[in-house]
């Protein structure tokens, strides 16, 4: 029998949701898994072939990286639920209208970012925080970075609707072959050739290309639902598509500002650790800001792998199918936070010995706060969990009040107050807490509040 969706035998509307969401969960936490294994790597290269200070200068960086795959996760998501539901309602001319205009709008608005970026750069890193000596190594990542972001879009942007269109292991792929081809050339500009930061940003740039080629690719050649349409450019037309985008950008909001989050959070560490530690406070911190895209990446795969699922049934109005898929997302976000804490925990000599060599005063430093920051690890899976969902079912606004508390309302007292309060350990602690006040609100208002015992929620 046909499924109900036509996507290559997955049945959202009818299949076993937990067996829908292993379909989509493991070919998604391997890409994205891979895709912060090596930002990973290129840290391990740079930390031992160029030292703490190019590490501390790619951290000073990563907030502008953030904003950029925030960008594209935004259009992606946004696209990505706006054609599900369309295509739940057999809209599906529609659908391809929303894939174009999503690829269109990302590219453009990423081009302007890119113009700007390579214009001010020197600019850029001093509002970030660089001091004098790390300078030039912020330079040179930054710049030989922006050639690649262009194609991080495509690449973005395409898995989602890949995932969509059902086939997650080819999404999967546009991680995997970037990822191997960016540990390759990591390696070789940095020590056979010898560039340094500025080497470690061209291997990224160039994989980038083959990711963003590889998902464009997909939709000429491989595609069987979604497709490219051409977009009219007439005054309905462009109305239509300005319409269209608002929707996407609304749906995907959240997405891009956990990132722009993330850049805060980033970035006021950056300042607080720089002026509480120095240079090696600052080393000490990107060991962290290595490991939380590897959180982000293994908790995130739940969130987009249970998205097609509830956004379909949410758009077929089969609201016990969406409760279910809630609960199968969070029993598995629980068991990623709790494993990440104890790896990381019981771990973090191994891991801090990767980056760094032991005896450095920043090695000393970032062993003794990892377990501290590892407690995040649970409270960070679980909220990205409830924020996907509230994505996933068009509640734009919740998921984008949820995202405001724990990555900005929350943690910017906490990274400034807690260190008053408790000393160092609070520049540790103060994303853990930041996360658990979160949880807390959650629950509250999906459980506990009288206003929200259901589906909807009252803000």
């Known amino acids: ?10 049945d959202f509307g009818g299949g076993n949701i ?5 379909i989509l969960f493991f070919p998604t936490l391997a890409a994205m898994v891979f895709d912060a294994l090596f930002v990973i790597i290129d840290g391990i290269f740079i930390g031992h072939g160029v030292g703490p200070a190019g ?56 081009a302007v970012i890119a113009a700007l970026c390579f ?12 001091s004098p000596t790390l300078k030039s190594h912020c330079l040179d990542y930054l710049v030989w970075l922006l050639p690649g972001i262009v194609f991080v879009m495509f690449q973005l942007i395409g898995m989602m609707l890949i995932r969509l269109d059902g086939s997650p292991k080819y999404a999967m792929f546009c991680n995997v072959i970037p990822g191997i081809v ?21 291997a990224t ?64 560490a950056n ?35 249970i998205q097609p699922i509830i956004s379909f049934n949410f758009g077929a109005g089969n609201m016990k199918r969406v409760e279910t898929a809630l609960h199968t997302a969070l029993i598995a976000a629980a068991i990623c ?64 009040v949820f995202t405001l508390l724990r990555g900005m309302i929350f943690v910017v007292p906490c990274l400034l107050w807690l260190p008053y309060l408790i000393g160092i350990s609070g520049l540790w602690l103060a994303i853990p807490v930041s996360e658990l006040l979160t949880l807390i609100v959650i629950v509250f208002q999906k459980y506990i509040s009288p206003a929200d015992k259901h589906i909807t929620i009252p803000l």
């Not at 969706?5 to 997955?10: E, S």
């Open 1 to 10: 029998m046909e499924p109900e969706n036509g996507h290559k035998g997955l």
């Open 18 to 22: 937990p067996k829908l969401f292993r």
């Open 55 to 110: 590490i501390a200068a790619i951290s000073i960086v990563s907030p502008l990286f953030s904003v950029v795959s925030g960008t594209g996760l935004m259009f992606g998501i946004g696209a990505s639920v706006a054609a599900s539901i369309s295509m739940a309602k057999k809209h599906v001319g529609e659908a391809d209208r929303i894939v174009t205009q999503a690829f269109t709008a990302g590219i453009l608005l990423i």
């Open 119 to 130: 214009c001010f750069a020197e600019n850029i890193v001093d509002f970030l925080g660089c």
């Open 182 to 202: 960016n540990i390759v050339l990591d390696w070789i500009f940095i020590f056979p050739l010898g560039l340094g930061v500025k080497g470690a940003a061209m």
């Open 205 to 268: 740039s160039i994989s980038c290309i083959f990711g963003g080629s590889m998902a464009v690719l997909y939709f000429f050649r491989f595609s069987e639902v979604l497709n490219f349409a051409r977009l009219k450019l007439s005054i309905a037309g462009i109305c239509d598509a300005a319409r269209q985008t608002w929707e996407i950008v609304k749906i995907g909001f959240a997405t891009l500002l956990t990132e722009l989050a993330m850049s805060v959070m980033l970035f006021t």
């Open 271 to 305: 300042h607080v650790f720089i002026r509480a530690l120095g240079d090696n406070g600052v080393a000490a911190f990107s060991i962290a800001c290595y490991l939380f895209p590897f959180l982000f990446s293994v908790n995130n795969s739940v969130s987009e792998a």
């Open 337 to 400: 936070g709790i494993i990440e804490v104890a790896s990381i925990a019981g771990g973090a000599e191994y891991l801090v010995m990767m980056f760094l060599d032991p005896g450095t005063e920043a090695f000393e430093l970032a062993c003794s706060g990892l377990p501290k920051f590892a407690m995040c690890g649970i409270f960070f899976a679980l909220n990205i969990a409830f924020i996907g969902y509230y994505q996933a079912i068009n509640k734009a606004l919740t998921a984008t």
